[in-house]
């Protein structure tokens, strides 16, 4: 990365886009945090906190959390020591409302990537997600498999399906999606900050056009 040029990256597109996957790779090549609200979210749902308790209705039924809720953690992530230089956004914003609050942070976007992939093949990418219980790392039975398929490569804990990747709640994403989220694409149009990649079927040459995208980003073209 080029010095002085901090990267603020988010990563848009429908659930089960590859959002988290190639978030997870860029943050480790360029050395900056990936904030999920998500993860956050799935974290405190599991640890049965206040915030989990709020949000675990929402949650499971493919709906959105409310605004303030999502934007205060967002906020409040992004004031710790580890985002000064640069981090990864995965799942926010995902309302206008939500893009605007941002905005008002004045911490701001340098770059929104946008990772197309049509509403069957999520369908599918999805009933094949798994999830380490241990360390949140993700994997795909077909696309992105683990050496053993039961165990997580990283750190060897056990493979789980998200409840909200069952195909009735995931139709209902995709339509939150579609209806709520898809809006802020023309917004990050608008802007002149965002690059569009076809999700390939092969997630090595997801990574590469997204790479190049970053890349070309940090050379300034
Ligand atoms: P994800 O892992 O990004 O697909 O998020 C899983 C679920 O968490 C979503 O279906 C929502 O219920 C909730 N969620 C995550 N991010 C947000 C957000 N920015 N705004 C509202 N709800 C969210």
């Keep these: 990365m080029k010095e002085n040029k901090a990267l603020k990256l988010m990563f848009f597109g429908a659930p089960g886009a590859g959002k988290g996957t190639q978030a997870e790779i860029a943050a480790e090549r360029y050395s900056i945090p990936t904030i999920s609200t998500g993860a956050i979210l799935r974290e405190a749902i599991a640890e049965k906190t206040e915030l989990g308790k709020m949000a675990a209705g929402y949650v499971e039924t ?10 205060g953690i967002i906020r409040e992530r992004l004031s710790e020591d ?6 990864i956004l995965d799942g926010f914003p995902r309302t206008l409302a ?28 999805m009933s094949g997600r798994r999830v380490c219980a241990a360390c949140g790392a993700t994997y ?7 050496a053993d398929g039961v165990h997580c490569d990283e750190c060897g804990g056990e493979l789980t399906c998200r409840r909200d990747d069952d ?3 995931v139709r209902h994403r995709l339509e939150t999606y579609h209806e709520q989220t898809e809006p802020l694409r023309a917004f990050y149009e608008e802007k002149g900050i965002l690059r569009v990649v076809i999700g390939q079927e092969k997630l090595d040459d997801t990574t590469a056009l997204t790479v190049d995208a970053i890349e070309s980003y940090l050379r300034g073209e």
């Design 62 to 71: 493919g709906a959105l959390v409310p605004d303030d809720l999502i934007v």
């Design 82 to 87: 580890d985002c000064k230089n640069g981090f």
């Design 98 to 125: 939500q893009a605007r609050a941002f905005e008002e942070t004045g911490i701001g976007l340098s770059l929104v990537i946008d990772i197309e992939v049509d509403d069957e093949r999520i369908v599918e990418r």
């Design 140 to 146: 795909h039975t077909k696309y992105n498999p683990t």
């Design 167 to 169: 195909p009735e709640v």
